[in-house]
């Protein structure tokens, strides 16, 4: 159990450190960032609602021809 926690601290430290070494976005580039991905999602949002119109539209000719 002891190396568990000692583990587990060192582990803490680390993290510690690490955080203390990452460079953050200011504020404009985070609000950059955000538009972007705002965008990107609308797009994605677009384009799967498209093709699920278009494939549901094929469904159902194809039902009305084969009478299904």
Same mark, same amino acid.
């Given at each position: 159990?002891?190396?568990?926690?000692?583990?587990?601290?060192?582990?803490?430290?680390? #993290?510690?450190?690490?955080?203390?070494?990452?460079?953050?976005?200011?504020?404009?580039?985070l609000q950059n960032s955000t538009y972007?991905?705002?965008?990107?999602?609308?797009? #994605?949002?677009?384009?799967?609602?498209?093709?699920?119109?278009? #494939?549901?539209?094929?469904?159902?000719?194809?039902?009305?021809?084969?009478?299904?």
């Open positions: 159990m002891p190396d568990t926690l000692r583990n587990a601290r060192d582990f803490l430290g680390d #993290v510690q450190t690490e955080m203390q070494k990452v460079t953050w976005p200011d504020w404009p580039q972007i991905i705002i965008v990107f999602v609308a797009v #994605v949002a677009l384009l799967i609602f498209v093709m699920d119109y278009v #494939v549901n539209n094929a469904l159902e000719i194809l039902r009305g021809i084969l009478g299904g």
